[in-house]
T-cell receptor, first 113, second 115 residues
Framework: EDQVTQSPEALRLQEGESSSLNCSYT??????LFWYRQDPGKGPEFLFTLYSAGEEKEKERLKATLTKKESFLHITAPKPEDSATYLC??????????????FGKGTLLTVNP | GAGVSQSPRYKVAKRGQDVALRCDPISGHVSLFWYQQALGQGPEFLTY????????KSGLPSDRFFAERPEGSVSTLKIQRTQQEDSAVYLC?????????????FGPGTRLLVL
């Protein structure tokens, strides 16, 4: 069974204070690792897909990296508008579940001005 | 619209009532998914459609939950005889391809409260 653990559960930063969110996973054959952002009362908004270890993707102040066991979401010089819950999900190739996403509980990021 | 839409956005039901939640996927998207998100948790898979075929319903919590996508576009998730434990946000997602590795785009969700 695919499993995703995110840490920390909550993170409070000052504006401009860079940090990283962690996503540890176990999966039977990784098809993709996904990062989403979720604002209160809204659905998850797609950020990145990573497919293989060593891959990196960037978007504005966010950079996602992937190893065989974990992924990091690095936030550089965050702004208050980056405050949200960040969700990590995996899509595995084993057991006929090669399409559903298995999510972690998320990291609630708060960036103070 | 360009994204996934869901209706209603909010639904309050009395215990024992039946509810129907609608999802309009992104036009042309083959795959459609339903997820359930409890407060403070990540979304959990309920069921998956490829066009009109329901290929996986292993995540549906009980036989009170039923989903359909008769024409391969709009989908409805129906919950019969609602219970308080059904209170959650129900998210719909669609994807342009079958199989794995393709991005799922989510709608805003329907927040269901069962009293």
């Amino acid at each position: 069974e695919d499993q995703v653990t995110q840490s920390p559960e909550a993170l409070r930063l000052q504006e401009g204070e860079s940090s990283s969110l962690n996503c540890s996973y176990t999966v039977s054959g990784l098809r993709g690792l996904f990062w989403y952002r979720q604002d209160p009362g809204k659905g998850p908004e797609f950020l990145f897909t990573l497919y293989s270890a060593g891959e990196e993707k960037e978007k504005e102040r966010l950079k996602a990296t992937l190893t065989k066991k974990e992924s990091f979401l690095h936030i550089t010089a965050p702004k208050p508008e980056d405050s949200a819950t960040y969700l990590c999900a995996v899509q595995g190739a084993g057991g006929g579940s090669n399409y559903k996403l298995t999510f972690g509980k998320g990291t609630l990021l708060t960036v103070n001005p | 619209g360009a994204g996934v839409s869901q209706s209603p956005r909010y639904k309050v039901a009395k215990r024992g009532q039946d509810v129907a939640l609608r999802c309009d996927p992104i036009s042309g998207h083959v795959s459609l998914f339903w997820y359930q998100q409890a407060l403070g948790q990540g979304p959990e898979f309920l069921t998956y459609f490829q066009n009109e075929a329901q290929l996986d319903k292993s995540g549906l919590p009980s036989d009170r939950f039923f989903a359909e996508r008769p024409e391969g576009s709009v989908s409805t998730l129906k919950i019969q005889r609602t219970q308080q434990e059904d209170s959650a946000v129900y998210l719909c997602a669609s994807s342009s391809k079958d199989g794995g590795g393709w991005t799922q785009y989510f709608g805003p969700g329907t927040r269901l409260l069962v009293l």
